[in-house]
């Protein structure tokens, strides 16, 4: 079965040829990241008004490239939540339109669905279950079991800040710009992960797997200005990154990379120790750093094995693993 996949979900538009779920035929993204970079952000507006420009030249890419017609293709998938929701509207608008168009099923997808999916995606081998996976990006942050296809159990979620939010903040802060994520991980490959003491913030046991970086957040703004002897503010921080030597920049960090590192996989582990799972994966934007993966291997010390997608592009938002969850949806039930 081969379904085309539509993700629009922040600021990539997406579309890919997935054949059973696993067998990637095409996956083609536009980003509208330079855009963003400027703003130090996404501006739903700005994203929304690049998809309307971009969907249908990456939906006919995605066809050309996958060598494929319409009459090829079994059913339409497209993400349906969570995200901006001006961004959801022009994929969602675009793949209805296409499914009364070509008479082909439609298949509404969860985002955080697809990034648990982006595993299976070019995977030879069979995935055992029950799974737990940790799915850590931009927007979200949730700790899965995952008992058979689309038997979703919620173990664990962030309570304020993901940590790919608290990235991007950080290197705000920092004066190095956006995404937040990638320039971090550079910057502290460059420093000392235990330069500052930042919190690891575990909770109580009520919420032994829920996430909070809010606090981790605010005490790196602490610590920037502390080092500034000037009292700068977030914005002072930001606009007078000069204030910051380099080795100060790079210190903050590794600092800062490293608590959040030690809390994902602190919790992960200690989730797969609780619940009866035969194996972790990694999935969403964040799992594309390689300390957290370093970390959670590690950590792990080879009592369980540990999955992560097989390319990088699948870390993050993609269409191919819209594609693929919607896949192992209709496998679940039985019917389109």
Not at 11 to 28: L, R, W, Y
Not at 30 to 55: F, N, Y
Not at 121 to 140: A, D, K, M, N, W
Not at 187 to 197: E, H, I, K, Q, V
């Amino acid at each position: 079965m081969k379904i085309l996949g539509i993700e629009t979900s922040c600021d990539e538009t997406a579309a890919a040829v997935v054949e059973d779920g696993i067998k990637v035929h095409s996956n083609v993204i536009a980003s509208s990241m330079d855009l963003h970079t400027k703003t130090g952000g996404v501006v739903p507006e700005v994203a929304a008004r690049e998809h309307l420009k971009q969907i249908n030249p990456v939906i006919d890419e995605a066809l050309e490239k996958a060598g494929v017609g319409w009459g090829d293709i079994d059913a339409i998938a497209v993400t349906h939540a969570p995200g901006l929701i001006a961004s959801l509207l022009v994929g969602v608008n675009t793949a209805q339109a296409l499914s009364y168009l070509y008479q082909k099923p439609l298949i509404p997808t969860h985002h955080i669905a697809g990034h648990i999916y982006a595993n299976f995606l070019e995977r030879s081998e069979p995935i055992q279950f029950p799974i737990l996976v940790l799915t850590v990006s931009g927007g979200h942050n949730e700790l899965v079991r995952l008992k058979g296809h689309h038997e979703f159990e919620s173990i664990g979620e962030t309570l304020d800040d993901a940590a790919g939010e608290a990235f991007d903040k950080v290197a705000r802060m920092l004066g190095l710009g956006y995404p937040g994520g990638p320039i971090i991980s550079k910057r502290a490959a460059a420093g000392n992960p235990a330069a500052f003491n930042f919190p690891r913030v575990h909770l109580d046991k009520n919420n032994r797997y829920n996430f909070s970086f809010s606090g981790l957040k605010s005490a790196v703004l602490r610590q920037v200005e502390n080092l500034t002897k000037e009292g700068a503010t977030l914005r002072r921080a930001q606009d007078h990154s000069r204030l910051l030597s380099e080795t100060d920049i790079n210190n903050l960090a590794a600092s800062f990379q490293a608590a959040v590192i030690d809390v994902l996989s602190d919790k992960l582990v200690a989730a797969a120790e609780a619940f009866d799972v035969k194996e972790v994966h990694l999935a969403g934007g964040v799992s594309a750093n390689q300390s957290l993966r370093q970390a959670v291997t590690e950590k792990l010390n080879d009592r369980l094995p540990l999955c992560m997608p097989q390319k990088l592009i699948y870390c993050t938002d993609n269409a191919a693993m819209i594609a693929g969850a919607a896949y192992f949806c209709i496998k679940n039930t039985g019917s389109l």
